[in-house]
Antibody
C-alpha cells in the first residue's frame, strides 16, 4: 500500500524559507507515469496546487507561486521536497504531498490518487 | 487559466436523499480531464472520479460523474452518513490548467 508522509517545521517566521519533505513508501518514486506533487489548503479554504516533479527532476509549478517555489527529488531516499521562500502569513496552510498521474511525454499532469495526511505550517513571528 | 465554479456552495440533505453537485468551467475542458474529490474534516482529499465519469478504485457505485465541455456533475444516488463532506472538482491537463473548484459542502439537514 502506497503511503506518503510529510515532515518539516510547523512554524516558520515571516520572510524566511519554508521547507518540507515527503517520504514515499510502498512504491518507488521512480515508477513511470507518475509525478509527485505539493498542494496546500489555507485554514477553512480550498485546495491549491503548488507544483509537481518527475523522478527525472523535471518540474512544473503554479505560475502564481513559481517565483518562490523549488521542488526537488531524491530518488535514493524515495523522497521529494518543497522549499518556499519569503513566506508571509498568507502562506499559512496545511501542506499536502500527493502522487499525481501523468502523461510525461505530453507534459500532461492528471489527477491525484494518493495523498499524505497533511502538515500544518504556520507563518508567524 | 480555466476557472472552475462549483454550486451550490452548501447542500443540505437527509441520509437516503440524492445529491447533485455542479462544476462549471469557464472554458471547455478537453478530453474530459476533470476529477472529483471528497474531503472530510481533518483528512486529506480522496479521489472519487477521474476522466469526468470513471470511479476510482474502491469508490462505491452510488457515486457517479457525468458531463462534458464546460458542465460537469457529481451525483450521489443515496446519501450515506459517511458521505457528508466537502467535494471539490479539479481540472487537469497542461500545468497551466491545473485548478480546483471552490468546493461544495454537503451537510446533514
Amino acid at each position: 500500500q502506497l503511503q506518503l508522509q510529510e515532515s518539516g517545521p510547523g512554524l516558520v517566521k515571516p520572510s524566511e524559507t519554508l521547507s518540507l519533505t515527503c517520504t514515499v513508501s510502498g512504491d518507488s518514486i521512480s515508477s513511470p507515469g507518475y509525478y509527485w506533487a505539493w498542494l496546500r489548503q489555507p485554514p477553512g479554504k480550498g485546495l491549491v496546487w503548488i507544483g509537481s516533479i518527475y523522478s527525472s527532476g523535471r518540474t512544473h509549478y503554479n505560475p502564481s507561486l513559481n517565483s518562490r517555489v523549488t521542488i526537488s527529488v531524491d530518488t535514493s531516499k524515495n523522497q521529494f521536497s518543497l522549499k518556499m521562500s519569503s513566506v508571509a502569513a498568507t502562506d499559512t496552510a496545511i501542506y499536502y504531498c500527493a502522487r499525481q498521474h501523468a502523461i510525461p511525454a505530453a507534459n500532461y499532469l492528471l489527477n491525484f490518487d494518493y495523498w499524505g495526511q497533511g502538515s500544518l505550517v504556520t507563518v508567524s513571528s | 487559466e480555466i476557472g472552475l465554479t462549483q454550486s451550490p456552495g452548501t447542500l443540505s440533505l437527509s441520509p437516503g436523499e440524492r445529491a447533485t453537485l455542479s462544476c462549471r468551467a469557464s472554458q471547455s475542458v478537453s478530453s474530459n480531464y476533470l476529477a472529483w474529490y471528497q474531503q472530510k474534516p481533518g483528512q486529506a482529499p480522496r479521489l472519487l472520479i477521474y476522466g469526468a465519469s470513471n470511479r476510482a478504485t474502491g469508490i462505491p457505485d452510488r457515486f457517479s460523474g457525468s458531463g462534458s465541455g464546460t458542465d460537469f456533475t457529481l451525483t450521489i444516488s443515496r446519501l450515506e452518513p459517511e458521505d457528508f463532506a466537502v467535494y471539490y472538482c479539479q481540472r487537469y491537463g497542461r500545468s497551466n490548467a491545473l485548478t480546483f473548484g471552490g468546493g461544495t459542502k454537503v451537510e446533514i439537514k
